[in-house]
């Protein structure tokens, strides 16, 4: 039987952070966290062990302080509190009829060893067990419907498009292209080393990919791999790549916005100049987020699921160990030091 108070070890941040995060902005605190929940409350609520965390670029905006405009779908973290993130987590204890003790599932955890939550109708129960669990942090959870979503319903494909991923070696990018290529698309992806290319190219089934550190200039690789223009641009980057892309863009070609790494940490973020594109192609370009179309999970679970078994899917991920990681992999996000879908994972299941 359970202690009704257990020892519960927590990532928290100190302060809000200029610039690229930093160690020193992170803490690791204790604190005891109550076992016993009240089964005769009207408030329902689950206790969590959890198991895998993820890593993703979008936590940096939470940690400075100007997330509080009206409409914004996450808030920023306050100094002193724990982070707050998807991840994976075994329940210990429940009250709510949903959820009962041994079921595994995924959604908006602490970086903690254990969680309370209450009113958990937002957590997600995981069906299928015969997939390793971290993929519930990666293609089973928020950046594998962010990819299907972004791709399928942003870009409207069909064969024979030509599409660009930057980016494309990340939790996101890897499954766009992936999915690219299963619409019979011609694919090519930018990613930050050339291990990552390699893997792009050998492993992922990417048509091309190429190393944009090493390109001293931007457009003469995207006329290298798009002669004729591109068609569809997944954007995980943002700034000067997103700028430059416009450009490129064939004549009624879509652009879907999934993430701007490259302006999380700077203070002054770049602005387009290359704008006019949009007219003058009548480019299609739009922002979105995975939780507004939480009703196609269900159907991309199940889909996912049959790819994977059938070989038409890999993913590719980096999984650190132990909670006293959690940090550093967090950081090495932001200097491209994850090969694949960044997870940390901080307890056997």
């Known amino acids: 039987m359970m202690k009704e108070h257990i020892s519960n070890k927590q990532i928290v941040l100190n302060q809000y952070v200029i610039g690229y995060p930093k160690e020193s902005d992170f803490g690791v605190r204790f604190s005891t966290t109550n076992c016993s929940l009240s089964h005769g409350s009207s408030t329902p609520s689950v206790l969590l062990k959890n198991l895998y965390l993820s890593c993703d670029p979008y936590m940096r ?6 997330v509080s405009h009206p409409g914004t779908i996450v808030q920023s973290f306050t100094p002193g509190s724990v982070l707050v993130g998807y991840g994976v987590s075994k329940v210990i204890e429940s009250t709510h009829p949903k959820f009962l003790e041994g079921d595994f599932v995924w959604g908006m955890i602490g970086w903690e060893e254990y969680t309370v ?13 015969d997939v390793p669990l971290s993929y519930y942090a990666g293609i089973l959870g928020m950046p594998g419907i962010a990819a299907y979503v972004g791709f399928h319903n942003m870009c409207s494909p069909k064969e024979g498009d030509s599409v660009y991923v930057s980016s494309a070696s990340g939790g996101v990018g890897q499954l766009v292209g992936q999915f690219a290529k299963l619409m019979g698309c011609y694919v090519v992806g930018s990613a930050s080393t050339q291990e990552k290319v390699e893997l792009l190219k050998r492993k992922l089934g ?5 190393n944009y550190r090493e390109e001293q200039d931007l457009g003469l690789a995207l006329r290298r ?10 954007d995980n980057v943002g700034g000067h790549m997103l700028d430059e892309v416009l450009l490129h863009m064939k004549v009624h070609g879509r652009i879907a916005l999934c993430g701007m790494i490259s302006q999380y940490n700077i203070d002054d973020p770049e602005g387009l100049h290359n704008s006019f594109s949009l007219i003058m192609k009548r480019i299609e370009m739009k922002g979105f987020v995975g ?3 939480k009703h196609v999970y269900p159907e991309y679970v199940e889909l996912c699921i049959k790819y994977l078994q059938e070989g038409k899917l890999v993913y590719v991920e980096d999984i650190a160990q132990g909670l006293e990681e959690a940090v550093s992999a967090l950081i090495g996000i932001f200097h491209g030091r ?4 960044q997870v940390v994972c901080i307890a056997k299941e």
């Open 206 to 210: 990417f048509d091309e990919a190429f």
């Open 225 to 234: 791999y798009f002669p004729l223009g591109i068609d569809i641009y997944f």
């Open 61 to 66: 905006h939470r940690m400075s302080d100007h």
């Open 291 to 293: 939780t507004d179309f």
């Open 338 to 341: 994850n090969v694949g879908k």
């Open 117 to 129: 939550i209450t009113n958990p109708e937002s957590l997600n129960k995981i069906k299928h067990t």
